[in-house]
């Protein structure tokens, strides 16, 4: 059996809208699941005290609800008793009771704006209009850009401010109510939850907020305030940045239409491979083939680094696959000083095609039995043997 709207609110049959308002707004506290964490009866409460209200507050469903009782209104209002232009309740007003709002015209609980900071007309203030989106952009950068830092300037298409209304998108200045909302700046929208039925205040998407829109619109940008553009943007890249890397540049983004607050300008970095050198972390490794003879002999040669070719020593009977280190030739860090060091790994050049000369010269070589893994009898060679011969034996 299904309780008594009145008796949920606990007030007469003859009890004024302020007096139900009263009665709901002291027990929606009392019930509310923020303050009844877990407990099944104060939500079964709660919902039945919503639903009571919801119908009481209503002139039209208190009518139908005295005349034809609960199924007048329907069974709930969870079930969708309840039609647009429903009393409801602002969820906005509920989170008002706990933060303290002080009391506003317009709504019963007192304005939710207050518990929020800024009412519709600060917010108005603040930022007219609506906001611009952000712009994502890339931005790419070779590793010699990287290693140092760089100052870039990138020209960018975007919405920009329209010169000729000055952003405000009105042909002369002039503004009336906007219909949608009626001046106030706001609309109201239903939306169901497992409490019942809330009406939720949002910002009229006509008018943005502001309450009021154009007369006559500006010609050049459509009434927009924005139109396209092409602007030239600076952006400071500092040295150590990754690929996939981004920089935020506050209010660079698209403007905001008819005075709104510009989104803001998203760079993503995107590093070039380098045909020369390959990166790890703040270092970067160059691959250098040497001959046979200079690995063995040792020799000078130079090698490039991302500041110039510097010079380079092999030294005497270098293995290939060595990494030889070159100090401080790598990326500045990006946090802190500091700099990354550039290897050279050394590999062997294998000629592909070799001269009747060559050939002869290196027979003579094979010949010499000191050149050949298999003449040394030294501990570690001879082990390497004996492993191989027992893996593959
Ligand atoms: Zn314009
Ligand atoms: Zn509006």
């Known amino acids: 059996m299904k309780k008594e709207y009145y008796e949920v609110l606990g007030v007469s049959r003859t009890a004024t809208k302020d007096e139900i308002k009263k009665a709901y707004r002291k027990l929606a506290l009392q019930f509310h699941p923020d303050k009844n964490p877990d407990n099944k009866d104060a939500e079964e409460h709660f919902k039945e005290v919503n639903e009571a209200y919801e119908v009481l507050s209503n002139d039209d469903k208190r009518r139908r609800y005295d005349q034809f009782g609960h199924a007048g209104v329907g069974s709930s209002a969870a079930s969708g008793g309840a ?25 019963p609980f007192g304005g939710f704006e207050d518990a929020f900071g800024g009412g519709s007309a600060r917010r108005g203030r603040q930022s007219p ?80 907020g502001e309450g009021r829109v154009i007369k006559e619109r500006c010609t050049s940008c459509y009434g927009e305030g924005i139109k396209l553009g092409e602007v030239t943007v600076k952006v400071t890249v500092p040295s150590g940045v990754e690929d996939g890397n981004y920089i935020t540049l506050r209010g660079q983004g698209n403007a905001g239409p008819r005075g709104g607050a510009a989104g803001d300008l998203i760079v993503v970095l995107e590093e070039i491979p380098h045909e020369l050198f390959s990166r790890n972390g703040n270092d970067v490794i160059y691959t250098l083939a040497v001959s046979f003879a200079d690995l063995v002999l040792g020799t000078k040669v130079e090698v490039p680094t991302l500041d110039g ?8 009977s270098t293995q290939p696959e060595t990494m030889l280190r070159i100090p401080g030739q790598g990326i500045s860090h990006l946090k802190g ?39 040394h009898n030294d501990k570690e060679a001879k082990t390497f043997f004996e492993k191989a011969r027992g893996i593959f034996s």
């Open 83 to 107: 039609g647009a232009g429903s009393a409801g309740v602002d969820l906005n007003d509920i989170f008002n009771m706990f933060t303290g709002g002080g009391r506003r015209g317009g709504s």
């Open 309 to 316: 070719a510097v010079k380079l020593t092999i030294p005497p």
């Open 337 to 375: 000083s500091g700099k990354g060091d550039q290897y050279v790994k050394v590999n062997v050049y294998v000629p592909k095609e070799v001269s009747h000369h060559d050939k002869e010269l290196l027979k003579d070589i094979k010949k010499s039995a000191g050149l050949s893994p298999n003449a």
């Open 129 to 208: 209009g609506i906001h611009g989106t952000d712009l994502k952009i890339r931005l790419k950068l070779a590793l010699e850009e990287i290693a140092k830092g760089v100052e870039k300037t990138l020209k960018i298409k975007k919405q920009v401010t329209c010169t000729v209304c000055n952003g405000t998108g009105s042909k002369n200045g002039a503004t009336e109510a906007c219909a949608t909302c009626h001046g106030t700046g706001e609309v109201r929208q239903v939306s169901k939850t497992m409490f019942g039925q809330f009406v939720n205040i949002a910002v009229c998407p006509t008018c943005g």
